[in-house]
Nanobody, 125 residues
Framework: QVQLVESGGGLVQAGGSLRLSCAAS????????MGWFRQAPGKEREFVAA????????YYQDSVKGRFTISRDNAKNTVYLQMNSLKPEDTAVYYC??????????????????WGQGTQVTVSS
């Protein structure tokens, strides 16, 4: 199992950019598909993006396609979420997730083995 720590959240104006990072500790980072979820106040946690072990396969929620990019650096045990053209509706706590079953690549959270503690992203209008 891996332990995950997110960073990079903050306050940004609409149209701005942020890059979230998720550092993983533990063994066999390459064995995990990685992803990001988010949870806004009063709403359920929702899938944002996912990436396979090599970075060759990615999957995004429709509302972030073309604006967000997920990537990973296996040498650094880190996954990133580059967020551009941010909108107020992107405001949420963003969570990193590690999934050894790869079901996260279909947007599912059922196979997730580890979650990070979350990082707040606030987009002002």
């Amino acid at each position: 199992q891996v332990q995950l720590v997110e960073s990079g959240g903050g306050l940004v104006q609409a149209g701005g950019s942020l890059r979230l990072s998720c550092a993983a500790s533990g063994r066999n980072f390459r064995n995990y598909a990685m992803g990001w979820f988010r949870q806004a106040p009063g709403k359920e946690r929702e899938f944002v993006a996912a990436i396979n072990w090599s970075g060759g396969i990615t999957y995004y929620q429709d509302s972030v396609k073309g604006r967000f990019t997920i990537s990973r650096d296996n040498a650094k045990n880190t996954v990133y979420l580059q967020m551009n053209s941010l909108k107020p509706e992107d405001t949420a706590v963003y969570y990193c997730a590690a999934d050894p079953t790869y079901s996260i690549l279909s947007g599912s959270y059922y196979g997730i083995g580890s979650w990070g503690q979350g990082t707040q992203v606030t987009v002002s209008s």
